[in-house]
Every structure is written in structure tokens, then in C-alpha cells.
């Protein structure tokens, strides 16, 4: 139950190419945007579809795969864990990111959809 406590599974598309990046100490990490969407039936009886974005980092063999499989487009499936990072702005306000760290990716759809 320990791993329950802080997990997210989602399967979307990436709104764009992963954003490759190195640390100054040498670790590789990708990121990327992943769009969920929600269909559902309002009280008139209209279709909506509500698309939620959500900021995704991987780190090491998982950035390399994002790197070399993923498109803008591409369906994934990933499992992960909620990182929240707080900052300072250049205007001295505080800001919040909130992320998740990917654990697992699997690629869905066809070769061709990517």
C-alpha cells in the first residue's frame, strides 16, 4: 500500500516534442506535455470535451526512449509520482510547479500514429 500513496497513472497525447536537457552534474532528463481528455454529457444534453494538460519530467534510460519514440502526437501511457517545486520570479513572488515524475512510459498506438 506504501506506493499508493503518491501515484498517477495517465494515458494522453504530447502536445509537442520532448524538450531534452543535461544537468550540470551530467544527468539527462526530457521534458514534456501530455493532454487528457474527459468526455462527458452536460445537463442540456451536449457532448464536451474537457482537455487537461499535465507537465511530465523522465530522467536517465526513460528520458533517452521519450527521446528517441516520442512525437508530438504520440499516445502514452505513463505511471509516475507528483513532484511540487517552488521558486522565486524576478519579481520576488513566490511561484509553485507542480509535476510528475515519470516511473514508467509505455508507447500505444501504431508505429505510424507517432
Known amino acids: 500500500m506504501y506506493s ?9 497525447n504530447l502536445g509537442k516534442l520532448p524538450e531534452v536537457k543535461t544537468t550540470d552534474s551530467g544527468k539527462r ?9 474527459e468526455i462527458y454529457t452536460n445537463a442540456k444534453g451536449e ?24 512525437n508530438k502526437g ?4 505513463v505511471d509516475g509520482k507528483l ?6 520570479d524576478k519579481d520576488g513572488k513566490k511561484k509553485y510547479v ?5 516511473n514508467e512510459l509505455l ?3 501504431s ?4
Open 111 to 114: 508505429k505510424n500514429s507517432a
Open 29 to 37: 532528463l526530457v521534458k514534456f506535455s501530455l493532454a487528457t481528455n
Open 4 to 12: 499508493l500513496r503518491n501515484k498517477v497513472q495517465l494515458i494522453g
Open 98 to 102: 507542480t509535476e510528475i515524475q515519470v
Open 47 to 70: 457532448k464536451v470535451k474537457e482537455t487537461q494538460w499535465h507537465n511530465l519530467v523522465a530522467w536517465g534510460k526513460l528520458a533517452d526512449i521519450a527521446e528517441k519514440y516520442l
Open 83 to 88: 513532484i511540487t517545486k517552488d521558486y522565486t
Open 74 to 77: 504520440s499516445e502514452v501511457a
Open 107 to 109: 508507447l500505444l498506438g
